[in-house]
Nanobody, 116 residues
């Protein structure tokens, strides 16, 4: 099992920045991918960004050039730097850890609200 604890959400004006962090604990040796998903009101959960053990990243088209995902493998922490935020980025952001068996573990979610 992997436990994930997120931090860093909040309220920001359009054009502002926020940084989300997620700390993993438990069976961290089995993790090969960390990432972030989000769920906006009335919508399905969607990919934001992921990063693998070897540093390969994947971003949703809607956040490319504005968001940056990074990973501290020593501390098994994944962060998401979000710049130039838009009202459509408003959502609950969830941290993901995927192990070598492709089992997904999720954090409790952190609210990001961008006002126009």
């Amino acid at each position: 099992q992997v436990q994930l604890v997120e931090s860093g959400g909040g309220l920001v004006q359009a054009g502002g920045s926020l940084r989300l962090s997620c700390a993993a604990s438990g069976s961290i040796f089995s993790i090969n991918t960390l990432g972030w998903y989000r769920r906006a009101p009335g919508k399905k959960r969607e990919l934001v960004a992921t990063i693998t053990t070897n540093g390969r990243t994947n971003y949703a088209d809607s956040v490319k050039g504005r968001f940056t995902i990074s990973r501290d493998t020593v501390k098994t922490t994944v962060s998401l730097q979000m710049n130039n935020l838009k009202p459509e980025d408003t959502a609950v952001y969830y941290c993901l850890a995927r192990d070598s068996d492709y089992t997904d573990f999720w954090g409790q979610g952190t609210q990001v609200t961008v006002s126009s």
